[in-house]
């Protein structure tokens, strides 16, 4: 591996090209005409123009992106998270083009992006999995009849796609045909595929990954978990680690089924493997798997001391896992907050403009990741994530003393930003206390907010 295309733009082509750095690979970046002025851009070794500002006519072409790799030299491709990361067909493209894929093999990104084949490979292998259906569906009356044996509420997702997108709850049969309409239309315009399958719900449950990674020489590892329970409308927006409320025997058992679906995948390069919780129980059910890197990985890199992106590389490269399986969590704790241009004042709508001044907070325990500056014009087109703030403590008090502190220093103008919704949230006595799940910040805290 010599020279890289970097698919992707923003914070995680940013950090991309940092790591390559370090190993001494050449980096090539690709851009829209909306990111003609943005920090990947000026990163990289050398630069292309990929398109229009939407990302279906940039970054989201498979082909075009490989014509770049090639007309430039590239021997590799590094995907990121989002776009085109978890598309089995651009992997398998790239690998057919000569090029290295930075990231899983097409095969496994196929089986665990079909979200009821990677439920009965997780079943296979003696995970337990939530109670739902054997296969996905395209009509609702096909679904009706199994929706009543599993039982109401039911949580229906798209079979080809996460993040979130295509998902609805039905809490009656009455409200199941609306809501699977709902589920289809949006799986269809996110992943071109409206098959549905269909879940138990449970109302009150902290979400709990755990990241992995393989090498492909036969060693596997995992590196604990993350809470990313504090959500709105299943987009996270805080994470931690450890997690405040899993005992360690739960823990152990967690992180050794995650690592018996990687070895039973034969999986290579980073993933994350993702449990739902129910505190009352104590019962963990696995969900799905993600076959990339996360959003959210500075938590266990900051928890664990390693280099996930820098071991991407490496691993891609042939090389054999740099680290194994770290000692289990002793009282550190490391929090994440994503720092959005949106308005919470205003159902969290999305904000692009100006920054007119940015200044992050600096100091010990604290790391920033970003892509932005004073200045940057922020697209429409994108996401609205402008930052992610780590905040790290020797215990969970310190680490939020040290973030409130953060959040206390964060300057930004130009564009509302999510750091007092932030602020607000560390000091809340259930998130202190740890008694939030995946619908606490909309049904519970948002509410007790605008009382």
Not at 67 to 80: H, I, K, R, S
Not at 84 to 108: I, M
Not at 227 to 254: F, G
Not at 255 to 263: F, I, K, P, Q, T
Request: include cysteine; hydrophobic fraction near 40%; proline fraction near 6%.
């Amino acid at each position: 591996m010599r020279r890289v295309l970097i698919a992707n733009r923003g914070e995680i082509a940013l950090r991309a090209i940092r790591a390559c750095r370090g190993l001494g690979l050449e980096t090539v970046a690709v851009h829209s005409s909306a990111d003609r002025n943005a920090a990947h851009v000026w990163a990289a070794d050398r630069t292309i123009c990929i398109g229009p500002p939407p990302a279906k006519a940039s970054y989201l072409l498979g082909d075009a992106l490989i014509a770049v790799a090639e007309n430039t030299g590239c021997d590799a491709v590094y995907p990121g998270y989002g776009f085109l990361s978890e598309k089995s067909s651009f992997a398998e493209a790239c690998t057919s083009a000569g090029l290295t894929f930075v990231g899983p093999d097409a095969e496994s990104i196929a089986l665990m992006g079909d979200k009821v084949a990677a439920r009965r490979t997780a079943a296979s292998l003696g995970i337990p999995v939530v109670p739902g259906s054997e296969g996905g569906y395209l009509r609702a009356a096909d679904a009706a009849m199994r929706a009543r044996e599993i039982g109401y509420p039911l949580l229906l997702k798209a079979s080809g796609g996460g993040g979130g997108r295509g998902m609805r709850v039905a809490e009656s049969h009455d409200a199941f045909q609306a809501r699977f309409d709902q589920a289809t239309a949006e799986a269809e315009a996110a992943f071109g595929l409206p098959e549905i399958y269909l879940e138990r719900f449970f109302p009150a449950v902290r979400h709990i990954e755990i990241q992995v990674f393989g090498d492909g020489h036969g060693n596997a590892v995992h590196l604990w978990e993350r809470d990313c329970s504090v959500q709105r409308r299943h987009q996270k927006l805080v994470e931690e680690a450890p997690s405040p409320v899993l005992p360690p025997d739960t823990r152990r058992a967690m992180a050794a089924a995650a690592l018996a679906l990687v070895r039973g995948l034969r999986y290579r390069n980073a993933g994350t493997v993702e449990f739902i919780y129910d505190v009352e129980s104590g019962s963990f059910f696995f969900i799905e798997m993600n076959t990339r890197i996360q959003v959210e990985h500075p938590v266990t890199e900051m928890l664990t001391g390693t280099d996930l992106v820098t071991e991407q590389f490496r691993v891609a490269s042939g090389e054999r896992l740099s680290f194994g399986i770290p000692l289990e969590p002793d009282g550190r704790c490391v929090i994440e907050f994503r720092i959005n241009a949106e308005d919470p004042a205003q159902d969290f709508r999305p904000v692009p403009g100006t920054l007119a001044s940015w200044a992050p907070p600096v100091g010990p325990e604290i790391r920033l990741d970003s892509h932005v500056y004073e200045g940057y014009r922020i697209p429409p087109h994108y996401d609205s994530m402008l930052a992610k703030l780590i905040v790290t403590g020797a215990s969970r008090a310190e680490a939020l003393a040290t973030a409130r502190g953060a959040l206390r220093r964060f300057r930004v103008t130009g564009v509302p930003t999510t750091i007092p919704f932030h602020a607000a949230l560390i000091d809340d006595p259930d998130f202190l206390e740890g008694r939030v799940h995946t619908r606490w910040v909309e049904n519970t805290f948002l509410p007790r907010e605008a009382a």
